[in-house]
């Protein structure tokens, strides 16, 4: 029995972005488009723009950790908001919250074929119970 798209999108968000090689391969359509909107306007992105922006990320990051608030499905279309927290190389005893997501994401063949994301940077003031700028742990 193949997976449904809320479990895909599920198992995507628990893959370690920084270290799994194959996480394009496995979660990405070759014709994948994203459109995100975040601080700097609108990026739009595809399969190789993907990648780069995934090994930039690899490149400045030592952790990377999402925790997921919401998660909705609805045939072939999947909607989650979630926060990514960050370490730096620099200072890896403090998690830094570095953004929340709006996503939503379609689904063909088992694959993400579109995405639509809006993002905005993290504030003192995070909706997960307490401070979200910097957690010490």
Do not use: C
């Amino acid at each position: 029995m193949s997976k449904s798209s809320r479990e895909i999108i599920r198992d995507f968000y628990q893959r370690d972005l920084l270290n799994d090689n194959q996480l394009i391969k496995d979660f990405f359509h070759k014709d994948i488009s994203i459109y995100w909107n975040g601080s700097e306007g609108l990026t739009i992105m595809n399969i190789n723009d993907l990648e780069s922006f995934i090994n930039s990320i690899k490149k400045s990051y030592a952790e990377l950790r999402v925790e997921i608030s919401h998660l909705l499905a609805q045939r072939n279309f999947v909607t989650l908001r979630h926060n990514y927290y960050v370490r730096t190389y620099e200072n890896i005893d403090e998690e830094i919250g570095v953004a929340h997501f709006m996503a939503i994401w379609e689904l063909k063949d088992g694959k993400i074929i579109r995405g639509h994301l809006i993002t905005q940077p993290a504030s003192k003031n995070g909706d997960f119970g307490k401070g979200y700028e910097a957690v010490k742990i």
